[in-house]
């Protein structure tokens, strides 16, 4: 009985904690983000790594607040719920072997090989001035989750005139689920 208690219960941390649940980016600055969302396997190597395809673009102003964040649930489901939806994901099994993935490929799929074996990371963005399309000097990093082994990056970023900044970490919620936040100040 123990060892069927054992096994349910890895189970159902393994099942919560696949993909690392949800992304949340809120973007409170005036300033358009564009960047990469990346996933990694933290334990036993970085692989599987899975990053979005083409930048993600976040307008200004866009967050929970709002109802403008990006969020994606995972990475089937953000293609048909998010208002920022991702086509298609880089997929690399190693440092030598990466291809891409339509959102509903089968491994990308919750319970699949690749959602099971990763969970989100870091984010590496630049900002820019919407009206201009200019790049904001200074506004810019790769921000990731702290212990993350695959990158060194700090959770927290401010920028060199100290006006804004950027975290990423994550909160466990009350049904065990753990969401990733991007905050950008």
């Not at 208690?5 to 983000?33: D, R």
């Not at 048909?80 to 099994?93: G, I």
Request: proline content about 7%; overall charge neutral.
């Amino acid at each position: 009985m123990k060892k069927i208690l054992s096994i349910l219960g890895i189970t159902m941390v393994s099942l919560a904690y696949s993909q690392g649940g949800t992304i949340i980016v809120n973007n409170y600055t005036p300033y358009e983000y564009r960047g990469a969302l990346i996933a990694n396997n933290f334990s036993g190597g970085c692989y599987p790594f899975i990053s979005t395809n083409a930048g993600v673009i976040i307008p200004p102003d866009s967050h929970m607040g709002n109802g403008n964040a990006l969020i994606y649930t995972n990475y089937r489901d953000q293609y048909t719920s998010s208002l920022y939806p991702m086509p298609n994901w880089t997929v690399s099994t190693s440092a030598t072997s990466t291809t891409i993935r339509p959102w509903n490929h089968g491994s990308l799929m919750p319970g699949g090989v690749f959602s099971i074996n990763t969970k989100w990371s870091s984010s590496k963005f630049e900002m820019y001035d919407p009206a201009t399309s200019l790049y904001i000097p200074g506004f810019s990093t790769t921000v990731s989750l702290a212990g993350n082994p695959c990158y060194m990056a700090p959770d927290y970023f401010t920028t060199p005139n100290g006006l804004h900044s950027a975290e990423i970490f994550t909160i466990s919620t009350s049904t065990g689920l753990v969401e990733t936040y991007l905050q950008l100040f």
